[in-house]
Every structure is written in structure tokens, then in C-alpha cells.
């Protein structure tokens, strides 16, 4: 098994030689990769499912996870405890749900085109309808003070579980020159609580 490189650009294509080595790298290497300063990949990358492929994200997908981490996750875990934390504790902001392989996404039901197949999409645990909605309005903020798109900003609730699935899809660089970034975001907030 080749090592991970020491710098930023981990060759992830050397840790698909098999399933069983793929998922040994996956939890001695890449979980500790950090994503921005208060996320690790292994963060938004652990499931309960225990899968052959070992839930490795290409580094398409580390990019986009890091997308959402860098521009809005650093952002809305530090306007939280700014506006609610008690000083002397910090409150973490736990993410239940990140990057899904397909084999992931299909065991725990997952939308078939789902955000979290390509690492655009985490879910946020909230602790009630009263966190959710404070969350839910700091995205917004984020999003009116920074001008940036997200995809989707959904409400969930099943039974007494709250939480937040927030999608940021990545700006298409591929424009040609001048032109500004097209987004694919669309700015979707729904509710699904049920
Ligand atoms: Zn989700």
C-alpha cells in the first residue's frame, strides 16, 4: 500500500487497489485529513454503514466537502457561538451525514441523484425545532453577506430527530474568461418533517 503524499494533493487513485486495503487506508490515513480548521474528513465521511467500497470520496468530492467547510460550516459554527455559546464551552457543530458512495446512499435510503453522492451535501444534527431554526437562519445570513449559492437548505424532522441537509454545489469554472462563475446552486429551502 502506497502512503499518502505529505502535501495537500492525495493521490486517490492509489487507494483503490482493493476494497479491504481501500478501507484500511480510509480509516488509518484520509479520516484525519483536515478539511478547514474544526472538520476532518473523517468527520464527513463516517457512517454507520459498513460498506466493501469503505466510503472513500474521490478528490472531486474532498473538494467540494472542503467547499462546504472552508465557506460555510467555519462560518456557521462560529456565528452559533457567537450569538448563543456560553463563553467558557465551545458548542461543536456535529455533521451526521456527509460524503455517501452509491453503495451508502442505497443502504440508507438516500435520494438516487442525493448531494451526498458527490460531497455537496452534509446533514447538520440540530437538537430541536428551536436550534434548527437558528441554524437554518445563520445559513441564510452566511449566504446574503457572502452573495454565495447553496443548493439546498432542507428542514428534516423524523419522529424527535431534527437536523439540516445543506447542499453547495461548486461554482462551474469552466466559463470562459470574463465571464462571472455559473452556478448550479438553487438556492432550494424546503420542509420535510414528518
Ligand atoms: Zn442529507
Redesign the pocket.
Known amino acids: 500500500m502506497k502512503e499518502v503524499s505529505s502535501n495537500k494533493n492525495i493521490k486517490l487513485s492509489e487507494h483503490l487497489a482493493s476494497p479491504s486495503e481501500a478501507a484500511l487506508s480510509h480509516s488509518n490515513e484520509l479520516d484525519g485529513l483536515r478539511l478547514s480548521p474544526h472538520f476532518t474528513l473523517g468527520e464527513l465521511t463516517k457512517t454507520s454503514y459498513i460498506t466493501a467500497d469503505g466510503n472513500i470520496p474521490s478528490r472531486v468530492a474532498i473538494d467540494n466537502l472542503k467547499n462546504i467547510c472552508e465557506n460555510w460550516l467555519e462560518d456557521l459554527r462560529y456565528s452559533y457561538n457567537t450569538l448563543y455559546g456560553d463563553r467558557s464551552q465551545e458548542i461543536p457543530l456535529i455533521i451526521t ?1 456527509g460524503y455517501r458512495s452509491e453503495e451508502v446512499n442505497r443502504m440508507c435510503g438516500g435520494a438516487v441523484n442525493s448531494n ?1 453522492l458527490t460531497g455537496c ?1 452534509v ?1 447538520i444534527r440540530c437538537y430541536g425545532p428551536e436550534h434548527m431554526i437558528r441554524m437554518a437562519g445563520i445559513l441564510l445570513d452566511i449566504a446574503d453577506g457572502t452573495k454565495k449559492d447553496f443548493d439546498e437548505l432542507i428542514l428534516e424532522k423524523r419522529g424527535t430527530t431534527y437536523w439540516i ?1 445543506f447542499a453547495v454545489r461548486p461554482e462551474d469554472r469552466s466559463a470562459t474568461k470574463g465571464d462571472a462563475c455559473q452556478s448550479k446552486n438553487r438556492r432550494k429551502i424546503l420542509f420535510d418533517c414528518r
Do not use: E, K, P
Open positions: 451525514s451526498h451535501a446533514d441537509h
